[in-house]
């Protein structure tokens, strides 16, 4: 930079850098772009929050039974055996995902 002036022929011959010219975008361009990035990113959250509900959902209904069948009074030591070791895996999963240990 020589007075406070770019030399652009300096920089399009760099071979770490590249030069182009592109033209701006337009404003109404932009704002439907950004409507439908937010649209799309509202709609990801949406899907995010569902899936995690149902997640959490079977989680319940599973970590429930296993509770039932460990608490019925006429369940054999099989049935208990299955149902803690479910619930075993159901619960250090949990706390492996609060805690964000997962294996990868």
Same mark, same amino acid.
């Given at each position: ?15 770490? &850098? ?33 899936? &995690? ?52």
């Amino acid at each position: 930079m020589k007075d406070g002036k770019l030399d652009l022929n300096d920089l399009a011959n760099r071979p770490d &850098h590249q030069l182009s010219i592109v033209p701006r975008e337009d404003p109404s361009e932009r704002a439907v772009r950004h409507d439908i990035e937010k649209a799309d990113a509202a709609h990801r959250r949406q899907i995010n929050l569902l899936l &995690h509900l149902v997640a959490f959902v079977v989680i319940g209904v599973a970590l429930g039974l296993c509770v039932w069948t460990i608490l019925r009074p006429y369940t054999t030591a099989d049935d208990k055996k299955w149902a803690t070791t479910l619930m075993t895996g159901v619960v250090l999963g949990l706390l492996g995902y609060i805690t964000g240990r997962a294996s990868k």
